[in-house]
């Protein structure tokens, strides 16, 4: 298989360097997953789904996704505000190499988990 050549020293024009900045931090890939298991969440159900991220960062990730284009808020005009989030289809679209992101993970963490190990007693 011939792989087109990607650029990866120019930042703003590689593919790969600005879809991971956006996609690779800590908590982006984890509400893509979420919000795949389920169709619509609301900001608290997502917040509980993954536990330990703080509120700030979670509206700033949902606001960086909706903005790629990857998830759709839907505010309600009601008092108190009602907002949903959901996959677009492109979103829905990532699921697929997230998912086998996830297999890969949960198939090498033990030999990670153990190289790591193994590296740190090696310093």
Known sequence: MNKEFVNFSESSNCPV???L???GD???LLILMVL???EVLRFNEIHQAIGDISQKMLSV?????EADGLVNRKVYPQIPPKVEYRLTDLGKSLIPYVDALSDWSKQHMATILKNRETYQKKL
């Open 17 to 19: 360097r600005n879809i």
């Open 36 to 38: 795949e298991q389920q």
């Open 61 to 65: 990730s949902l606001k960086n996704l």
């Open 26 to 28: 800590k908590w982006s």
């Open 21 to 23: 900045d956006r996609i």
